[in-house]
């Protein structure tokens, strides 16, 4: 158990620096280079254990290969961009907190995507919360320095597509494998990027020696190490209990970005985080009690 807490806490810590990488890459790297470069680093990172738990099952079929080249165009081209462009356009804590609201727009995808996860009361009721935690994050009535309400947008786009990825990806783990499904579609959505880039005339290496160091942090340690440390925890428990590294990170995300960006928390920051956290709970409570 001791194990799978560290796992959760360093996945947890280096998710939480997402946003701030981002964020000081801003107007440095090109939105659509940087998630380019950082899900093709990431899926390569991901691959050899990958590989790994193919061992046990197999070369993927091509039709398993269409359907995980489908998963990753909905990932890094379509939800990844989108993430992107909401880090340009608002704080990297306001975009952290709402993108964690993922959990509930996946509880209501997988009600009608997937037989064996349906809809409960307390996933309903975690609703509420989580749409008021948005609701105080982007402060409409009065936004802060830093927030647009086109950066909000983007956020809440980019976490409903994430989460419509990780619901129709639930259908293919078990016989892909995670690691294995993970890195295919990370790469295959990377190449789908590639070559929106190459047709809208985008560079996609041009300055790459100038910004590596925030690259490489952003493509190794926390696209891949991130999600190498998560799928160990997934491994060395369940899937419930690893899902607690996205419960902490509204809490540790906006303290990351005070301290390396100097972003002010104001109070609606506080109720935000908060609101966010109790919807996490619910469902992961939900999921625990459920089985």
Not at 159 to 165: E, G, P, R, S, W
Not at 257 to 274: C, F, H, P, R, S
């Amino acid at each position: 158990m001791k194990k799978v807490a560290v796992y959760i806490a360093l996945s947890s810590l280096i998710f939480s620096t997402m946003e701030v990488g981002l964020k000081i890459a801003q107007g440095a790297v090109d939105p659509f280079q940087m998630t380019f470069l950082r899900f093709l680093i990431g899926g390569a990172c991901l691959l050899p254990f990958g590989l790994m738990e193919l061992r046990g099952k197999g070369l993927p079929s091509a039709r398993l290969l269409a359907w995980q080249a489908a998963l990753g165009v909905v990932c890094v081209p379509v939800s990844m961009v989108l993430f992107q462009l909401s880090v340009t356009h608002s704080n990297a804590a306001t975009v952290a907190v709402i993108f964690c609201s993922n959990p509930i727009f996946i509880a209501l995808f997988a009600h009608f995507l997937n037989k064996n996860d349906r809809l409960t009361k307390l996933k309903l009721l975690a609703i509420a919360p989580a749409a008021a935690g948005i609701i105080f994050m982007a402060r409409p009535w009065d936004m802060r320095a830093g927030d647009s309400a086109v950066g909000v947008l983007l956020s809440i786009s980019s976490a409903m597509l994430f989460a419509l990825y990780s619901t129709l990806s639930a259908r293919t783990l078990d016989k892909a494998g995670t690691c294995a499904q993970t890195s295919a579609s990370f790469i295959f959505g990377a190449l789908a990027l590639l070559i929106a880039m190459l047709i809208a005339g985008i560079p996609a290496f041009d300055g790459l020696a100038a910004n590596l160091p925030i690259i490489l942090y952003v493509g190794i340690v926390v696209t891949g190490g991130g999600y190498i440390l998560f799928f160990l925890a997934v491994k060395s428990s369940n899937s419930t209990t690893a899902s607690l590294t996205f419960f902490f990170k509204p809490a540790i995300a906006p303290v990351m970005a005070v301290i390396v960006l100097g972003e002010t928390i104001t109070w609606n920051v506080y109720a935000g985080i908060a609101l966010v956290l109790l919807a996490s709970y619910m469902i992961i409570y939900d999921k625990r009690k459920t089985g």
